[in-house]
DNA sequence: AGGCAGGTTCTTA
DNA sequence: TAAGAACCTGCC
């Protein structure tokens, strides 16, 4: 790193930041020409770049690091040992998916921004997902400066994105018909008739039937945030991908109960798997 | 040029 | 309750 804090952190468990940038579980990682990755959570800003066997730099302190980025990647967890799990002559596409997808997590994130991001992200692909995101925070966010001296701005909060107008909703941040979603929830979420940070406490099954109350959330986006908001590693969400996955590898059905309580996990391997194979050759898993 | 994209709601049978 | 249409927008 150039200037600031620089201190190297090791990681031996699986981690790929090209990977997990890639997932589609986040969207304010930006992957900078030095190689390192700037990412934002939880009002910060951390650039992390790899440095050769494990070893990480990042332009924080140890303290720091120990405190919020150590839970934001997960790092008590051991993907290695989730994987490890998995029983090749029981599940064969799994176990190769896993493989080649090894260095996935799931990372810790803000149940708000989840709930966000994820209404957002219907009918849209990542690229239109991250742009509205970034123009909602540069209208709505905090801003700050990092340690290259550039500046970021944070996730902005439920009362912040209420304010906003519909004007700015659909000109600037492109939500189009999403707009009345994010108006009606930052408003619930504002005014505290809903409380998703308050709702973490829930079991699997009160959250999702919570999640699917609000307006905008279906049976999707409610699995996304489960899995990534709330962190409920069994939860399977099942997008467009994940229904070629279980119509072309898993014709007589995908057994959740295996491969509980890791369902979400096991589904970011195939779902990885089969979108970077797809890509390559015009989607060739396709019947 | 029409269809589709990492869905959901609203409308109609 | 279950299909089908409509929805923003950018890209092929």
């Not at 919020?68 to 029981?90: C, K, M, N, Q, V």
């Not at 659909?170 to 999403?178: A, S």
Request: net charge negative; hydrophobic share 35%.
């Amino acid at each position: 790193m150039e200037r600031g804090v620089n201190v190297t952190v090791f990681i031996s468990d699986d981690f790929d930041l090209a990977k997990i940038a890639e997932s589609g579980q986040c969207f304010r990682w930006n992957l900078q020409a030095d190689g390192s990755y700037r990412i934002i959570h939880a009002g910060q800003c951390l650039y992390i770049r790899k440095d050769g066997d494990g070893a990480y730099e990042v332009d924080c302190t140890d303290e720091t690091f120990d405190d919020i980025w150590r839970p934001y990647f997960d790092l008590d967890t051991s993907y290695a040992a989730i994987r490890g799990r998995i029983d090749a002559g029981e599940d064969m596409f799994l176990a190769k998916a896993a493989t080649a997808e090894q260095g996935i997590r799931i990372l810790l994130q803000d149940p708000w921004e989840m709930v966000i991001s994820f209404l957002i992200s219907q009918n849209r692909n990542i690229p239109m997902i991250r742009y509205s995101i970034e123009a909602l925070c540069d209208a709505a966010g905090e801003c700050r400066t990092d340690t290259r001296g550039h500046m970021y701005r944070t996730f902005p909060t439920a009362d912040a994105l209420s304010r906003l107008s519909e004007e700015t909703l659909k000109g600037p941040c492109r939500l189009g018909y999403r707009w009345r979603y994010i108006k009606a929830v930052s408003r619930q979420a504002a005014e505290g008739s809903v409380d998703f940070a308050g709702m973490a406490d829930q079991t699997d099954e009160a959250l999702h039937r919570a999640l699917l109350g609000i307006l905008g959330i279906g049976e999707k986006v409610a699995s996304c945030i489960l899995l990534f908001g709330y962190h409920r590693l069994d939860t399977f969400p099942v997008d467009v991908w994940m229904k070629r996955v279980l119509r072309n590898e898993y014709p007589g059905g995908y057994d959740r109960e295996l491969h509980r309580p890791y369902n979400g996990v096991y589904q970011q391997y195939m779902f990885a798997y089969y979108r970077n194979r797809g890509d390559k050759a015009g989607n060739p898993h396709d019947v």
